[in-house]
């Protein structure tokens, strides 16, 4: 069954940036979209981008248009989110998560993705 697992999250200044990485394990990454979400602490959890198994990508937040970019590597079995100009805004536990199928626009929901990671804390803060 496939695996994810996150890293790359931590501690950064507003202004900074973190590069989020998402290692697809047990089966091949090329099957799948991956999407990235996030979950504010005391809040629900959001997805913020989706790219799909030829590259196709959907953002779902407005807010990290220009700052952030969802990429993968098929022949790493990794997928990435670079996260730019991080705000304080931005602090939670992110997640990537699979699907077997292409990413759903002009929004996706948690439930469509069957796949989770554990999920990597990242706080801005100065």
């Known amino acids: 069954q496939l695996q994810l697992v996150e890293s790359g999250g931590g501690l950064v200044r507003p202004g900074g940036s973190l590069s989020l990485s998402c290692q697809v394990s047990?089966?091949?990454?090329?099957?799948?979209?991956i999407g990235w979400f996030r979950q504010a602490p005391g809040k629900e959890r959001e997805a913020i981008s989706c790219i799909a198994r030829r590259g196709g990508i959907a953002n779902y937040v407005s807010s990290i248009e220009g700052r952030f970019t969802i990429s993968r590597d098929n022949a790493k079995n990794t997928a990435y989110l670079q996260m730019n100009n991080l705000q304080p805004e931005d602090t939670g536990i992110y997640y990537c998560?699979?699907?077997?199928?292409?990413?759903?626009?002009?929004?996706?929901?948690?439930?469509?993705?069957?796949?989770w990671g554990q999920g990597t804390q990242v706080t801005v803060s100065s």
């Open positions: 998560a699979a699907r077997y199928s292409t990413c759903n626009i002009p929004r996706t929901t948690t439930s469509e993705f069957t796949t």
């Open positions: 047990r089966e091949s990454l090329q099957y799948y979209a």
